[in-house]
């Protein structure tokens, strides 16, 4: 080792490299010695310079007589003791290399030549980069950890081009984790690996491809039931104008009652149908029959700020909706019983005789009519609506948080709209105002008129879905989930009765405030982002929590409406289906 470093000394008796050489000098020890002579020393010293003690020049001598069969590559050249050189200068010196840093440990190199004779630094490769000989392969110094990946001459934390891969990605993306750990034992830091092709890649390409696979299966599928969902357009302009007569001629009826407290009512499509995320048959219209009210005051039933009731400021003698206030407030029960008489005696006087009213639905506020005949069976909701043209109530005023989704003026023209205030039974008993009308028909705030302009104005980019430009995927994931909570109703009626699809559309509102950016929902992207949007809504059933998008008050899985164990029944359900790749939706990819 002394002689390797250029320095004078001896080595240690009992170091590796003197016991693993001792023999082969002792054997050589006979050999005559002649006077020294002009030329460099084996060891590289100046003529005339002693070398570094018998022991060492030794093993010098050990690795020439190994390297004897080589060609000469300095022809006279001498050693310190005058015997002329004919072995390979160059070759001798790395076999008494390889010698000495075996015995050491891999720890220091050996002082080598370069091609043009000129010394290196002591502990230096040729590159400057330390090489770790404990993974030597064929007489090259690499790290084992390069030579399993097939690189070489490099350091075991680099390779050719030197790009960046996280080793522990590539055990997540589908390798086994000992398998991530062979590539990379002692990866610190930023760097673990990097990748010989020069192209930044993630692992999940790398070695992830089933991976990769199944989300390519599970993005053909999903676009293959959205196809399965689209309605016919024949079908659309059939229904459309079997639901449109039917309308226009019970509208003209009410508003011509003698009594004229409808006088001034004016019909506004609601609706998945008029949202455009109606899926499978056009077989569901809902229809907001509206009546202007001037100077209420609305007056909260419930803490949350959802249900209310109405008193007239000041009722003028001859209001013709002085006739439906009870108590000094407008009854909707009252209101909804005569909307519910005037349509009855509308159906009778149609021609067309497949239209009929059905009973009434608990709870429900609407007079609910069925359109049969030729096509699909129709279901039509005629719904009751009291047009509030004054501010929003208090507990709006922390929703509808969409200034980075669509902007700060679209909200502040949302709600320069105005409300409306439709009959329905709240859900259970009131924590504040009148608990005696707690079950009874009253007035819950609604904002469907703003949910139809956001669905059909969904994007960050006002010219998002528009012919000509890009498209996103936001309708195409609220379909896919309308569809598996309908199917996991069709399968469990009882367990999931309150699950409705009013849940889903609150859910991707949410996420659109979420995820805001057009770029964030590419039509490409199907099945990652209907899988983001399903994560979101099971995480609100986990912590049983879904605030409706306009009053973050009101909870729509409270737990007094919405039972805990069949939520976490819909949980199990939901999980079920994603591991099998959602086989409820029914399509055959085969088939397709």
Not at 68 to 75: E, N, T, V
Not at 133 to 153: F, L, P, Q, S
Not at 352 to 368: M, N
Request: hydrophobic share 35%; aromatic share 6%.
């Amino acid at each position: 080792i002394s002689l390797a470093l250029n320095r004078p000394g001896r080595v240690e008796g009992g170091s590796v490299a003197a016991r693993s050489e001792r023999g082969m000098s002792q054997k050589k020890a006979a050999a005559p010695v002649r006077p020294a002579s002009s030329g460099r020393t084996a060891g590289g010293k100046a003529k005339g310079q002693r070398g570094g003690g018998a022991e060492a020049r030794s093993n010098c001598a050990s690795a020439k007589a190994n390297d004897a069969h080589r060609s000469p590559a300095r022809l006279g050249e001498k050693d310190g003791a005058g015997h002329t050189d004919r072995s390979d200068g160059t070759t001798g010196i790395r076999r008494c290399t390889a010698i000495l840093t075996k015995a050491a440990g891999g720890k220091d190199t050996i002082p080598n030549r370069t091609a043009r004779g000129k010394d290196t630094v002591p502990t230096k490769a040729v590159r400057g980069t330390e090489i770790n000989a404990r993974g030597a392969a064929g007489h090259k110094k690499i790290d084992a950890t390069v030579v399993a990946a097939g690189v070489k001459g490099k350091n075991a934390n680099s390779t050719a081009d030197g790009n960046d891969i996280d080793a522990r990605v590539a055990a997540a993306a589908g390798k086994e984790m000992d398998q991530a750990k062979s590539v990379a034992p002692r990866a610190k830091g930023k760097n673990a690996n990097k990748d010989a092709g020069g192209r930044k890649a993630k692992a999940a390409v790398v070695a992830g491809d089933g991976e990769v696979g199944r989300e390519q299966e599970l993005n053909k599928m999903l676009r293959a039931v959205i196809e399965d969902l689209r309605i016919r357009s024949d079908e659309r302009s059939q229904a459309s104008r079997r639901v449109n007569e039917v309308v226009d001629h019970l509208v003209r009826y009410i508003s011509e009652d003698p009594v004229r407290c409808f006088a001034s009512i004016k019909k506004l499509p609601s609706g998945s149908y008029y949202e455009r995320v109606k899926i499978l048959e056009p077989n569901e219209f809902d229809i907001m029959i509206t009546v202007p009210v001037e100077r209420v005051m609305c007056q909260k039933v419930d803490f949350e700020g959802a249900f209310y009731n109405i008193a007239f400021k000041r009722c003028p003698r001859d209001d013709p909706l002085k006739q439906f206030v009870c108590d000094g407030l407008l009854s909707a029960e009252k209101m909804l019983c005569h909307l519910r008489k005037l349509i009855i005696n509308a159906v009778k006087l149609l021609a067309d005789s497949t239209v009929e009213v059905l009973r009434k639905k608990p709870g429900s506020p609407a007079v609910t009519l069925e359109i049969g005949g030729d096509g699909v069976l129709i279901s039509l909701d005629m719904v009751l609506a009291l047009e509030v043209k004054q501010s929003w109530p208090a507990s709006t005023t922390k929703g509808l948080k969409i200034e980075e989704w669509l902007g700060t003026k679209v909200r502040t023209a949302f709600r320069r709209d105005p409300f409306y205030l439709v009959p329905k039974q709240q859900p259970f008993e009131t924590t504040e105002g009148d608990g005696a009308q707690s079950k009874k028909e009253m007035w819950r705030i609604s904002f469907s008129h703003i949910e139809k302009k956001m669905i059909m104005n969904h994007g960050n980019m006002k010219t998002c879905c528009e012919s000509g430009s890009s498209k996103c995927c936001r309708k195409s994931c609220l379909k896919l989930l309308k569809r598996l909570i309908e199917k996991l109703k069709e399968k469990h009626p009882r367990i999931l009765a309150n699950v409705c699809s009013y849940h889903a559309k609150t859910t991707l509102f949410h996420a659109c405030v979420q995820r805001p950016k057009d770029e964030m929902w590419r039509p490409e992207d199907l099945a990652g982002c209907f899988l983001q949007l399903l994560d979101n809504f099971t995480d609100h059933l986990k912590r049983a929590d879904l605030p409706h998008f306009f009053i973050p008050t009101y909870n729509l899985l409270d737990d007094r409406i919405f039972n805990k164990i069949n939520s976490i029944r819909l949980l199990n359900f939901i999980e079920n289906e994603r591991t099998k790749n959602f086989p409820i939706f029914g399509v055959n990819l085969t088939s397709k």
